[in-house]
């Protein structure tokens, strides 16, 4: 079975969670070390390495994106689909998991993202760096 993958890195996440660990690191050296100061250091650590990369896999039957170990997996059936387009993503709209009345968004990286329609109203948006490959792969398994 053929398969597209595309990891991608998400480096504004990654700049902005280290920005966020030497500002702690910073204060932990002014003031010392207290619990706060640890719990904040622990959890951006642990944003960084869940948050740092987005994984996509398309196949023939449907499309799979996640992150890092393998977290918030997402699997989406062709079957379900009513629609796939590219849309622009303001910056506005961040990074991570967002959620919207209607639907979620994986992003790490890029302007743009894959928007899945699905036939029940609800959407998906994958962000991308990517967005045209991805979307001809998407199409090609789509048409069979």
Do not use: C
């Amino acid at each position: 079975m053929k398969a597209y993958k595309h990891s991608q890195l998400g480096y504004e996440v990654i700049i902005i969670l280290l920005l966020g660990l030497v500002a702690t690191i910073l204060v932990v050296y002014i003031n010392g070390m207290n619990a706060v100061n640890f719990l904040i250091i622990i959890a951006l650590l642990l944003v960084l390495l869940v948050f740092s990369r987005l994984h996509i896999i398309i196949t023939e039957n449907k499309v799979v994106t996640y992150f890092n170990l393998k977290l918030f997996k997402k699997t989406i059936l062709y079957e379900d689909i009513q629609g796939v387009k590219i849309v622009n993503i303001p910056f506005y709209y961040g990074w991570g998991i967002r959620f919207f009345l209607k639907g979620k968004m994986y992003k790490v990286s890029g302007k743009k993202a894959i928007k899945f329609d699905y036939k029940n109203g609800k959407f998906f948006m994958i962000g991308t760096d990517n967005s045209l490959v991805m979307l001809r792969e998407i199409l090609h398994f789509l048409k069979k």
